[in-house]
């Protein structure tokens, strides 16, 4: 999944990202070796429209693109939106590892290409994966490094309302969709950070600091501060 972003469940059209500034960059021919962000939220949470906002604030941080065997709704772009393919193309990348996670969302298949998400954190970007607890639940047994992020609605009930305000679906599908985001809230507790969507910006912010936050620690600074270190002890030669 590459720089344009894209998610599951229908949550809308995607936009931009924050121009990259080279801060994946440690200096010196060093390159700080990405992060790999994991964003899950029930559908209708905001997930999606909160990973668009967050790349558009934070440099060297893209959204990654999943590949899908659904057709393009009205609107949507190859490779923009999703990369479409059929479902015989889908498995046929499965069955040859192309995926670092994929999973069947109300019948469709989704997933996210592991040469896609390397190439970025061998470049020094960050990347975030907006996918849903199976996706997730493969990529931290594959990718001990991974951070979690679920994001909660305020209610089940403020939930359901943005659900039947935005989807035509039929009382049995809603009903699938309300039992399906229960059953995925219960996944909370395997993920690293857990953030309330009450209000847009606010959250945003709290994913903002969180991406901040992970990118000072040890295991990321230390190309850099490694660098620096090394001005200090270094001796000038005439």
């Known amino acids: 999944m ?10 809308g059209p995607r936009s931009g990202q924050a121009p990259s500034t080279g801060s994946g960059q440690a200096g010196a021919g060093q390159v700080r070796r990405g992060l790999l962000l994991v964003v899950s939220a ?16 934070v440099p060297d941080l893209v959204m990654s693109r999943s590949y899908t065997s659904r057709p393009a709704r009205e609107g949507e772009t190859n490779g923009i939106d999703y990369n479409f393919v059929s479902r015989q193309r889908f498995e046929e990348m499965v069955a ?4 670092l996670e994929w999973a069947s969302v109300f019948g469709n298949l ?16 960050d990347i975030v994966l907006v996918i849903d607890v199976q996706g997730a639940r493969q990529v931290r047994e594959r990718r001990v490094d991974t951070v979690g992020m679920f994001v909660l ?35 909370f507790v395997d993920y690293d950070y857990v953030v309330v969507n009450d209000e847009l910006e606010s959250c945003v912010e709290r994913l903002r600091a969180i991406v901040l ?8 600074a230390w190309p850099v501060a ?10 000038d030669t005439q």
């Open 2 to 11: 590459s720089s344009s972003p894209s998610a599951r469940d229908g949550e």
């Open 110 to 125: 989704y997933g996210t290409c592991a040469s896609d998400v390397e190439r970025h954190l061998a470049e020094g970007r």
């Open 213 to 220: 936050a992970e990118r000072a620690k040890l295991r990321q």
């Open 96 to 99: 040859i590892g192309d995926f």
């Open 42 to 57: 029930p559908s209708g949470t905001g997930k999606t429209t909160l990973v668009e906002r967050l790349v558009q604030l």
């Open 226 to 235: 490694e660098q620096i270190v090394g001005t200090f002890t270094r001796k």
């Open 153 to 187: 609605p305020p209610s089940f009930e403020v939930l359901e309302q943005r659900l039947r305000g935005r989807s035509k679906d039929s009382e049995a599908a809603m009903q699938r969709r309300l039992q399906r985001a229960r059953d995925e809230v219960a996944g």
